[in-house]
Every structure is written in structure tokens, then in C-alpha cells.
């Protein structure tokens, strides 16, 4: 839906429509978390805190070139499953997170169409990958976070918890009371989606660029936006 039809912007409404509860993944709907600390050094500090401990084989050569830190995180625990490694690297990756949550950079729209969706009686809540503390650190920022908690659901010790498991949905729903049907997902990744199926939980992709856009509806997205500025127009009077 980044090319905007009729039908497309009635999907929309209905999906604004029905949403008691709005799921939003962090890193995309609500900010780029990375815009100012790359994401792919963090990846690269991370394989070389590991190789520099001897451990240069326990990823494979994709892992270590993917310059994704929750790939590099999911490797070594699905090798290490609850280990003192497992538990120390994450705690690295969330101090890196911690630093760009100070130079994130707020997505177009995103802080008045949160405020906007509280003040007509919307709850809303977090789902992420990313850690907690760097999600309420970041709201604090924006002076965001009365409008989320105490709903914020993000990464725990228990990694094999993260999207696209639905696990931090069914969290959600659980804490608001809230049946899927009556909630919608917001998120930007095929991994939000994947999550969103799962939990039987209405999904709206955001894609900030064709390349994004395309792996969403390839995914299976029905309704993506290129924007948050449509929701905002439907959701003011």
C-alpha cells in the first residue's frame, strides 16, 4: 500500500478501526535506533569480541558477514543456549543500544500519532527485539513514555523468545486483557509479521523504502505504508 487505492485506504481504516490495542515493534515504526551509531559496526565489535576470546568458529561465515547483531546473538545462543556467553553478549548489545538510543533519529509522524492515538482512548504497547531499557531510555527522550507503560516488551534472557516468536505479543495481549482480533501490529520487518500471524493479531507493515516494502508484501503483509502520516490524518477529527 505504499501506492495508496481506495481499497487500500479502506483496509486502513478498518485496521485503525478495530484497534483497541496497537502493537508497535520499536526500531522502524518508532525511530531509527541506529541512525547515528551504525548497526553494522555494533555486528562487526560483537564477531570481534568473540574472536578475540578464540571463538571465531562458532559462527559460520554468513553469520559473521551479516552485520546484523541480533543474527550474531541468536547464533551464539542457539550453540550456547543460557550461558555466561550468551548472557554477556547480550548485555553488550543492549549497552550499544543504550548508546543510539541517544542519536536515534524519531520516525516522520510517529510522536503526534502516539499521542494522538492515546488521547482517543487507544492503549499502546511495545513489542521488540531490542532491549527494554533502551525502549523506555529512548520514550523518555520524546516524553513518550506515559503513553506505553506499563506495556513495554522487549527482549528478556530467553532468546529464543524473539520475533518472530509471537512470545512479546501474547505478552501484550495478555497484560491489556485484549483478544488479537481486537489489537493491531505495527511493525517493519517480515520477522513483525511472522510474529503478528502467530499471534492472530492484525498487521500493518511500515516501510520506509521500496526495499523494505518489498520484503514486507513478499512476507505476506497486506496493508504497508510508506508512512505514518495516513494514520495520523484518519485518527484526527
Same mark, same amino acid.
Given at each position: 500500500?505504499?501506492?495508496?487505492?481506495?481499497?487500500?485506504?479502506?483496509?486502513?481504516?478498518?485496521?485503525?478501526?478495530?484497534?483497541?490495542?496497537?502493537?508497535?515493534?520499536?526500531?522502524?515504526?518508532?525511530?531509527?535506533?541506529?541512525?547515528?551509531?551504525?548497526?553494522?559496526?555494533?555486528?562487526?565489535?560483537?564477531?570481534?569480541?568473540?574472536?578475540?576470546?578464540?571463538?571465531?568458529?562458532?559462527?559460520?561465515?554468513?553469520?559473521?558477514?551479516?552485520?546484523?547483531?541480533?543474527?550474531?546473538?541468536?547464533?551464539?545462543?542457539?550453540?550456547?543456549?543460557?550461558?555466561?556467553?550468551?548472557?554477556?553478549?547480550?548485555?553488550?548489545?543492549?549497552?550499544?543500544?543504550?548508546?543510539?538510543?541517544?542519536?536515534?533519529? +524519531?520516525?516522520?509522524?510517529?510522536?503526534?500519532?502516539?499521542?494522538?492515538?492515546?488521547?482517543?482512548?487507544?492503549?499502546?504497547?511495545?513489542?521488540?527485539?531490542?532491549? +527494554?531499557?533502551?525502549?523506555?531510555?529512548?520514550?523518555?527522550?520524546?516524553?513518550?513514555?506515559?503513553?506505553?507503560?506499563?506495556?513495554?516488551?522487549?527482549?528478556?534472557?530467553?532468546?529464543?523468545?524473539?520475533?518472530?516468536?509471537?512470545?512479546?505479543?501474547?505478552?501484550?495481549?495478555?497484560?491489556?486483557?485484549?483478544? +488479537?482480533?481486537?489489537?493491531?501490529?505495527?511493525?517493519?520487518?517480515?520477522?513483525?509479521?511472522?510474529?503478528?500471524?502467530?499471534?492472530?493479531? +492484525?498487521?500493518?507493515?511500515?516501510?520506509?523504502?521500496?526495499?523494505?516494502?518489498?520484503?514486507?508484501?513478499?512476507?505476506?503483509?497486506?496493508?504497508?505504508?510508506?508512512?505514518?502520516?495516513?494514520?495520523?490524518?484518519?485518527?484526527?477529527?
Amino acid at each position: 500500500m505504499t501506492a495508496q487505492t481506495e481499497n487500500d485506504i479502506q483496509k486502513l481504516r478498518e485496521l485503525i478501526a478495530r484497534a483497541r490495542v496497537v502493537l508497535w515493534d520499536f526500531d522502524g515504526p518508532i525511530c531509527s535506533l541506529f541512525s547515528g551509531h551504525s548497526a553494522e559496526r555494533v555486528a562487526t565489535e560483537l564477531v570481534e569480541w568473540l574472536e578475540g576470546r578464540g571463538l571465531h568458529g562458532l559462527l559460520t561465515e554468513d553469520e559473521r558477514e551479516s552485520l546484523d547483531p541480533h543474527v550474531v546473538l541468536r547464533a551464539v545462543d542457539r550453540r550456547h543456549p543460557g550461558s555466561d556467553l550468551v548472557t554477556e553478549l547480550e548485555e553488550r548489545l543492549t549497552q550499544e543500544e543504550l548508546r543510539a538510543a541517544s542519536s536515534a533519529m +524519531p520516525t516522520a509522524y510517529a510522536d503526534p500519532l502516539i499521542r494522538t492515538w492515546t488521547a482517543v482512548g487507544s492503549r499502546l504497547a511495545v513489542a521488540t527485539n531490542n532491549s +527494554p531499557r533502551v525502549v523506555r531510555k529512548y520514550l523518555a527522550s520524546r516524553g513518550l513514555v506515559s503513553c506505553f507503560v506499563p506495556h513495554i516488551y522487549g527482549r528478556t534472557q530467553d532468546l529464543q523468545h524473539l520475533k518472530p516468536d509471537p512470545h512479546c505479543l501474547n505478552r501484550a495481549l495478555r497484560a491489556t486483557g485484549t483478544a +488479537p482480533s481486537a489489537s493491531l501490529m505495527i511493525g517493519d520487518a517480515p520477522s513483525d509479521h511472522e510474529a503478528a500471524l502467530q499471534a492472530g493479531v +492484525p498487521f500493518l507493515g511500515y516501510a520506509r523504502n521500496e526495499r523494505k516494502a518489498k520484503l514486507l508484501k513478499a512476507a505476506g503483509a497486506d496493508v504497508v505504508v510508506g508512512s505514518l502520516e495516513p494514520l495520523l490524518r484518519m485518527l484526527r477529527p
